[in-house]
């Protein structure tokens, strides 16, 4: 869609700047949060636990923490607990949507959405929607989110975008090393104060088989290489036809954020593009200059946007958004020792999400002014801060715990409940019953 111009009337909610007949529509997302469990594994002790040289963890997979979530929290609570903070933002006149971006949902039919719509108390005038693609499904809800806000200018809506997965593969596993669990809760609007969402996205979608869950069971299957080697082709492709979509390189980015399944993955994406720009750039997309300062400021800023991922672990339909928030909220403190400017209003930042199965697409977003106002630095790196450690054995019950796949009645551990607001209680007769503290 169009950029548009428009008259936000004087009679719109607190919140929004007033904008003029002649400034054009901007869109994105107003205010960002997110959530994790309490509790995490040291990935070097699971290392040694399991035989394994921890180098190959912390360096070759580049993951140092695993967040583990007590089987009172699901997906259902953890988006919660991420867009709890953005209660204060919201207007429930102008609240139109919420969505949910899941690959690790609790029904097959009926939207998680509506439980969270229930535990935060929103408005019943909303639409509730869960969307599914892998990882891809929460870009997908925030592009849906940002095509209404455009589409309904007039009534200067908002919509409550969350993206919310725990990711599992199970012990011993190969994929291990790469689980994880947390959400993004994403508030989308007209004249956001985070991030601008630029209409100029590429994206391509190819049916294959690198990694999937049937519907019986909670822990994905994954043909990891072939996953790795596809998420890199889709990353070039998508990258290439974007410059020459939109007729940009490298260096008109400020910094670049990945979709994180393990933080390697997205440097050896990055790297292979820049690369094979350096070596063979077409005339579609004219890369072959990148400079010296522009790589070594674009590797820079990833190595910001993993800091999140890398004590979180992978979160599916979150990654890219927990690594954006891992770039605005931790830039300034890296720049502070390096010799890059701190990122400011009017930077580009590019945006990459993978699913698999396969979407791949490439976007941008700009930096709105006073975004650092906006965000909740302070309580996220608390968060993290004050999880509890756990052994491995202690990980291993805590994960094993979890609410079956099956339909048998479940009550979740009473122990374990600090750091959440709301709770998985039971499930009784196969219906999930939830508390908020
Ligand atoms: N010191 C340092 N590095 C070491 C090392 C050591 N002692 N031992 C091994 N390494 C390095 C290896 O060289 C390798 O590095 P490169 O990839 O750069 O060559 C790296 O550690 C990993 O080693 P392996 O390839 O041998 O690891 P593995 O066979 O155990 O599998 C994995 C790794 C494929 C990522 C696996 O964890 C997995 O299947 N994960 C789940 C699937 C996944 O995350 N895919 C990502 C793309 S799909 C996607 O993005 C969607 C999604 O979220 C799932």
Redesign the pocket.
Known sequence: MSTQNIKISATAAANTTTTSATTPLTVGIDRISFATPHYYLNLEELAEHRG??P??FT???GQSEQSVPPNHQDIVTLAAQAAFPLLPYIDSNRLKMLIVGTESGVDASKSSALYVQNLLKLTPWVRSIEVKE??YGGTAALMMACDYVRAHAEKNPQVLVIAADI?R?GLA??????QGAGAVAMLVSANPHVLKINDDSVVKSADIQ??WRPVYQDT?L????F??E??IQFFCEVWQKYCAQNDCNFSDFAGLCF?L??T??GL?ALKAAMDSCANSCSDSCDNSNLSESSRNRLLSRYETSTKYSRRVG?I?TG?LYLGLLSLLELDEFTCENSDLTALKSGDKIGLFS???GAVGEFFSGTIAPGFRDALFAREHADMLDSRVHLSVADYEEMFESVAPYAPEDFESSTSCREGASFFLDDITSQERHYSAR
């Open positions: 394994i040289d180098n190959k360096i070759g997979i892998a990882c990711a593969y596993t190969p994929g291990e090393v790469t690198d990694f994905a994954a043909r990891g290489k996953s790795t596809q998420y979709h399944p393990y390697k993955m050896k992978n599916y990654s993978y699913g698999s």
